[in-house]
């Protein structure tokens, strides 16, 4: 048994015919039928039942195809784990993120990554929503929530807890609240696409829901609208901490503290990152 007959049964099952496979392997069927014929004199069973007007595979069949495909899926992820060691990241590099973790991590740094690896070829889709990481063909997928495809791999990136802000010049015109409670005498700017975040909740369980001055589905807007001071806002406190230090926000409510979430990252169980998708990895762990 060797690595090219496991390859063809995979071929001619998929194909589901031993002239389908052959034509695709660009080989005769009689040279298919012989390696599955060798494969099977080898194991001692058949495989396949194969007539003039009829295929079927066994039930033993079914069984070898499904650790044959384990096993050449291994294989391939054996020899992507060598060249991940050997060869110079290159080639095209597709990534998702949430806007609020590429707006700090990412985005700031591209010409950084480019920089150091000019052979690679990233698309970055940047938005607010859950990526289908097997669909959309992603590399790298960073964001807030975590996962619900139980075949990727997932890595937790850093905790982050949100907190509630307000521009200077929104506090010049309102009454800066002292308790939870006051909250509610305030507007809040909403983001669209988070159906949840008219309810602001505490760690204590303590849940509030707040009345909107704005609703906007985009990150920049989002933003804008709080540093304009329309209004009060909840945000994470990563991608507060910048407006914070410039002194165009301010943390309202310190102490009273909201429920801490993480940030993942989720990329494919089946195949070994690939040189580029591991050296973005490592890059964006750096500045974090």
């Keep these: 048994m060797n690595v090219n007959q496991l390859k063809m049964f995979v071929t001619v099952v998929e194909s589901r015919g031993f002239s389908a496979a052959a034509r695709q ?4 069927a009689t040279a298919v039928s012989k390696q599955i014929k060798a494969l099977e004199d080898m194991l001692g069973t058949q ?14 069949g079914e069984m070898f195809y499904t650790h044959c495909k384990r096993l050449l899926k291994d294989m391939d992820n054996l020899e992507d784990m060598v060249h991940s060691f050997q ?9 998702f993120s949430t806007t609020a973790f590429a707006d700090v991590y990412i985005t ?13 070829l990233m698309t970055l889709d940047v938005a607010d929503r859950i990526a289908d990481v097997q ?9 807030l929530i975590r996962h619900w495809d139980g075949d990727l791999i997932q890595k937790k990136l850093f905790t982050s807890c949100p907190n509630i802000y307000a521009a200077p010049s929104y506090l010049k015109s309102h009454d800066e609240p002292k308790s939870i409670k006051e909250l509610l005498d305030h507007k809040f700017i909403c983001h669209g696409n988070r159906p949840d975040n008219l309810m602001v909740t ?4 303590l849940s509030i829901q707040v009345t909107p001055s704005l609703v906007v589905n ?32 301010v943390q309202l409510l310190v102490g009273e503290e909201m429920a801490s979430e993480n940030y993942h990252l989720h990329y494919p169980a089946t195949q070994h990152p690939k040189p580029a998708a591991k050296a973005l ?5 750096s500045k974090i």
């Design 25 to 28: 392997s660009n080989v005769s």
């Design 135 to 143: 669909k959309e063909g992603l590399d790298l997928c960073f964001g």
């Design 281 to 285: 990895m490592d890059f964006v762990l």
């Design 87 to 95: 060869s110079e990241p290159s080639g095209n590099l597709f990534v």
């Design 218 to 249: 985009a990150h920049e807007s989002f933003m804008s609208a709080a540093l304009q001071g329309l209004g009060l806002i909840v945000l994470f406190d990563f991608t507060a901490k910048n407006h914070v230090e410039k002194g165009q926000l």
């Design 202 to 205: 505490f760690r204590d369980g």
């Design 108 to 120: 700031p740094h591209l010409k950084e990554f480019s920089t150091l690896y000019p052979r690679v």
């Design 47 to 60: 495989l396949i039942y194969r007539t003039s007007t009829k295929f079927q595979i066994t039930d033993v």
